[in-house]
């Protein structure tokens, strides 16, 4: 608990002592690996950066942007291209896992996530459209099936359920 002091949160430092005790396993650093792990961004959700990172680059004027690359990121870039949220984007090979440029973003007005990905039936996505988009037949939700991942407006023509992944509007 006492390691767990000298993390300060407001700065995002920890002191070089708590470090080495860290790496070396200690039994009193377990919280603090907690935190240097939030910290260093190991735990951080890829889709909701890259969405937030669009959303970002969209309101301060800008149409391009480097998000890192996913299967899922993939696949919910493909749907917004579809849905034309966005114009191109394109996969450049890092040689680690890369990273896709978006090119012509357009009009978001806000997207996230949703988490804990929640499980829905075919008949529950009226009342799940209504939680998270503004008003209907504006947006879409993105909803992950075992037919891949579909908008909401697919899942009516298929008829099945899935887990909600994403909204965009």
């Known amino acids: 608990m006492q390691a767990l002091r000298h993390a300060k949160r407001d700065d995002q430092e920890i002191r ?40 970002v680059m969209r309101n301060s004027g800008r149409d391009e942007c480097k998000i890192p690359a996913s299967k899922i990121i993939n696949a919910v870039l493909q749907i917004l291209q579809k849905e034309e949220y966005l114009k191109e984007f394109e996969f450049v090979d890092d040689g680690k896992s890369g990273f896709y440029i978006v090119k012509g973003i357009g009009a978001i007005n806000e997207c996230g996530v949703i988490k804990p990905r929640f499980a829905i039936k075919f008949k529950d996505l009226a009342k799940v459209e209504e939680q998270y988009l503004p008003s209907k037949d504006f947006g879409i939700l993105i909803i992950s099936t075992p037919k891949g991942m579909v908008t909401n407006q697919r899942m009516r023509d298929i008829k099945e359920g899935g887990r909600l992944v994403a909204y965009v509007y």
Request: glycine share 4%; hydrophobic share 45%; charged share 20%.
């Open 16 to 55: 070089p002592l708590h470090m080495q005790e860290m790496l070396q396993g200690s039994w009193r650093c377990f919280r603090i690996q907690k935190v240097w792990r939030t910290i260093s961004g190991e735990n951080m959700d890829l889709l909701a950066d890259a969405l937030n990172i669009m959303k």
